[in-house]
């Protein structure tokens, strides 16, 4: 990024500065010219709008949210909600995980990295548990310390929350015995093994615990949480924010809308990039 003079950027390309007519705004003056904007049509006080019960529970005047990662789990699971909600006013996103450092997805391809591990966090705002393949998850139902864990961080949080499988591991850890829940559409037979009760829905809600579909159902997930966190207002803004505005090419995001043959090819393919 070219700066203007004393090393400040002016928001404006190199053209502009140097006396051409053609003013060409730099991407991040765009931005800011586009934040300004937004400030002065009423944004600002839209921030400030208090939403959901969670706004009494902050830590210090901060929200935490923890998203917990174990080796195998789903990119998009975990990175979904973190997408929104990094971004809503006065709340911080955490990655934990038994250890710091990189966590490897369900591929092998991908790590994110952990800023904390589980013995050093007792409490959370929410917890987000995404779900994983096969392996990862299999490891996580019976992992009695990651069940441990996630006991005490709900006994405190407002929200504990799951994406995709993560509802099995919740479920694992004694959390969704009797409630309704969702889940990967290929593992819903599995809700009924860990006491929950399946109901369809890209995510269901039931006291605090709110579990969300497969994969991408954790955008609506962070979203629905935005407003709970803060208002409807930054929760519709942060929606617009990542242009979450879905029209996919194809018709077959669920397994009513896609045939046996395209069921099959989809849970192999899912098996195939597994490590």
């Given at each position: ?12 390309g190199a053209d502009a500065r140097n ?16 934040v300004s904007g937004a400030v002065g ?25 923890a998203v917990l990662l174990y080796d ?204």
């Amino acid at each position: 990024m070219i700066t203007g003079s004393g090393g400040v950027d002016d928001g404006l390309g190199a053209d502009a500065r140097n006396g051409d007519r053609r003013v060409r705004p730099s991407r991040r003056g765009v931005l800011k010219g586009a934040v300004s904007g937004a400030v002065g049509a009423g944004a600002a006080a839209a921030v400030g709008v208090s939403g959901g019960p969670a706004r009494a529970a902050s830590r210090g005047g901060r929200l935490e949210v923890a998203v917990l990662l174990y080796d195998g789990f789903t990119a998009l699971d975990a990175v979904g909600p973190y997408e929104v909600l990094c971004r809503v006013p006065g709340v911080r996103v955490t990655m934990v995980a038994r250890e710091v450092g990189p966590v490897r997805t369900d591929t092998g391809e991908l790590s994110l990295v952990a800023e904390r591990a589980m013995r050093d966090v007792h409490g959370a705002d929410v917890l987000v548990v995404p779900g994983g393949g096969d392996r990862g998850v299999t490891a996580m139902m019976d992992d009695a310390k990651a069940h441990e864990w996630i006991r005490r961080v709900h006994r405190r949080s407002v929200w504990t929350t799951s994406v995709c499988t993560g509802s099995l591991i919740l479920g694992s850890a004694g959390l969704l015995r009797g409630l309704p829940a969702t889940t990967y559409w290929a593992s819903r037979f599995y809700l009924e093994k860990v006491g929950a009760t399946y109901k369809p829905g890209r995510f269901v809600e039931a006291g605090k615990i709110i579990t969300a579909a497969g994969v991408s159902a954790g955008i609506d997930m962070g979203l629905y949480l935005a407003a709970r966190l803060s208002s409807t207002k930054v929760a519709q803004a942060m929606q617009l924010a990542v242009e979450y505005d879905p029209d996919p090419p194809y018709d077959t995001g669920s397994p009513e809308k896609a045939d046996a043959e395209t069921e099959a090819l989809a849970l192999k393919l899912i098996a195939d990039a597994a490590v």
